[in-house]
């Protein structure tokens, strides 16, 4: 059986620790003054897959399993002294997972409205569950386990794109091959009926989805955190990128109601990096997505709401309240926007080039990609710190890593820390004066062809992986004209947008733009930060004045 600090012998690790901490006398005494003592009986439900709301419960006595409904195992035991609970509960997710008494057994109770309120006002109830809480997620993240199950074959455009979304957005799942027959066989004992279908989503043992985009199965899965369509929020935020993350967590820590509206996953394009090593505070590094999660739980401690995967398709002012209008025809309204979107790749003009996204073609360098990267030729195309970062991480996983250039070298696009690095590892050739001509392949990626521009030459390169960074444009097309752009479609903010702004503030009052959407500034994630962190101290300027209450 299962632990309560751990699934395996092997997992005790310092993230085991964090999720099944030793908890205080000084804690236990607070939690016992706003909790209610209830028993319940050997094989009562606590809670089951798909509910909308949980209570936490301390275990004073017994054991509560953890059960994945898929296929009915227990996934970790929490046993006398710990309690219950995952990161979700305080996201507004439905649940996962099945909380059910192993033994007869005594638990504390506080009501889930209760202890979330708790978290964001009590600092040493909020550090602990916090903290257990999110290294939770990280552990189901970890073993696979979660009651979502994917089925299909991640070549697949529709599969993979779904695995993205889960993954990235930290939301545990098992993957099945349509073509592993005993894993499919043995969950097919506990869900009746698996159709066939490109790409089958399995929730618990009753929920069955068929080819789902990824705002369906987030549906599906109870992250629409926008069905309350009536709610006023003091701030719109468009974009969950270190500017947004920053802006959410200094507004919702100063009061503000604020929705973060997210259309791919939380951390935006530095949520792809496989490495930072230039942010302050990190001395050896941190992923992308490692940052942005620890971003996005600091936004949810403090009690912001983050939705995804949904776009912001427009814009408009009436009566002092802002409508944002979403890609689902829902609208949400607030007192001021925060635009935080930041920019889409760049994309090269190669015949194929959208049938083999996702099937050797990338945007992003992190674990998910790597692992197609095995053993075959990497071709990495720009000359920025993303192409460097990626070299460097991807190199350590392919059998050879080409770096391609349009210029005569990196000295001037890229940090020298990664230009060192790349023209001193023997496992990266650069190519400059150069550019991708062709690509080839049956169902996936098998050759890409680079032209040299200086003597016309091309050179052919067998490759399973093909990663494309060579920047990106502003996300501004939706605006639609409400808002003043630059000549390369930028938001203009301040003296720029209008001679009576505030920082940040673009030439539509109560709306500002922040991070690398606007005009003028540093594409760098710890800038991106600083400036969603100080714009908030404008949005309370501007709702101080407004007649809006």
């Not at 230009?419 to 990266?428: A, G, M």
């Not at 521009?453 to 990663?467: D, H, R, V």
Request: net charge negative; aromatic share 8%.
């Amino acid at each position: 059986m299962k632990n309560s600090h751990s699934r395996t012998s092997q997992d005790q690790d310092e993230l085991s620790r964090e999720a099944y901490p030793k908890l205080s006398d000084s804690f236990l005494q607070l939690i016992e003054k706003y909790g209610e003592e209830v028993q319940i009986d050997k094989g009562s439900i606590f809670f089951d897959v798909g509910q909308d709301c949980y209570d936490f419960a301390y275990v004073k006595k017994g054991a509560i399993n953890i059960v994945d409904r898929s296929n009915d195992k227990t996934v970790v035991q929490i046993k006398e002294g710990h309690f219950l609970g995952e990161i979700g509960m305080l996201m507004g997710q439905k649940t996962f997972l099945a909380a059910i008494a192993d033994k007869s057994s005594v638990l504390l109770k506080i009501p889930q409205e209760k202890i979330i309120n708790l978290v964001r006002v009590n600092p040493e109830i909020g550090d602990v569950i916090v903290n257990a809480f999110a290294a939770r997620r990280r552990l189901l993240m970890k073993w696979g386990e979660g009651g979502v199950v994917v089925i299909g074959k991640e070549i697949r455009k529709k599969t993979s794109q779904l695995i993205e979304f889960l993954s990235r957005g930290k939301i545990p799942f098992r993957f099945i091959d349509e073509q592993d027959s005993e894993r499919l066989n043995e969950l097919k004992q506990k869900c009746h009926h698996v159709p066939r279908a490109e790409t089958v989503v399995v929730i618990g043992h009753t929920t069955v989805i068929c080819d789902p985009s990824p705002l369906e199965l987030a549906n599906a899965l109870g992250l629409d955190l926008v069905s309350d369509t009536d709610t006023l929020f003091d701030v719109l935020i468009v974009g969950a990128g270190p500017a947004g993350l920053a802006a959410s967590i200094y507004g919702a820590s100063e009061g503000l109601k604020v929705l973060v509206v997210e259309d791919t996953a939380i951390g935006g394009q530095a949520g792809t990096s496989s490495k930072i090593e230039n942010y302050f505070g990190f001395p050896t590094g941190i992923s992308g997505g490692d940052l942005a999660y620890k971003g996005e739980i600091q936004a949810i401690k403090f009690g912001a709401r983050i939705t995804t995967p949904r776009r912001a398709t427009s814009l408009e002012k009436k009566d002092e309240i802002f409508h944002l209008g979403l890609n689902d025809e829902r609208c949400v309204r607030g007192k001021s926007v925060i635009l935080a979107n930041g920019v889409q790749y760049r994309r090269l003009p190669l015949d194929r080039l959208e049938y083999f996204e996702n099937r050797g073609i990338y945007y992003a360098a992190t674990d998910l990609e790597a692992k197609y990267c095995t053993d075959s030729n990497v071709v990495v195309v720009g000359g920025g710190n993303s192409a460097g970062q990626a070299a460097m991480y991807l190199c350590g996983f392919a059998k050879h890593v080409y770096v391609v250039v349009r210029g005569e070298g990196l000295s001037a696009t890229m940090s020298s820390y990664l230009t060192n690095r790349i023209e001193q590892d023997n496992r990266i050739d650069l190519i400059t004066h150069a550019e991708i001509c062709e690509i080839e392949g049956s169902e996936n990626l098998e050759r890409v062809k680079i032209k040299n521009n200086s003597n016309g030459e091309t050179i052919e390169i067998e490759s399973k992986a093909l990663f494309i960074m060579i920047g990106a444009v502003p996300n501004t097309n939706w605006l639609n004209g409400e808002i003043c752009l630059d000549d390369k479609g930028f938001v203009c903010t301040d003296k720029d947008a209008d001679n009576e702004a505030l920082a940040f503030e673009t030439s539509l009052p109560g709306v500002y733009a922040v991070g690398d959407i606007r005009s003028g500034s540093v594409k760098r994630v710890a800038s991106a930060v600083g400036e969603g962190s100080v714009v908030i101290s404008s949005v309370h300027k501007y709702l101080s004045k407004t007649a809006v209450k």
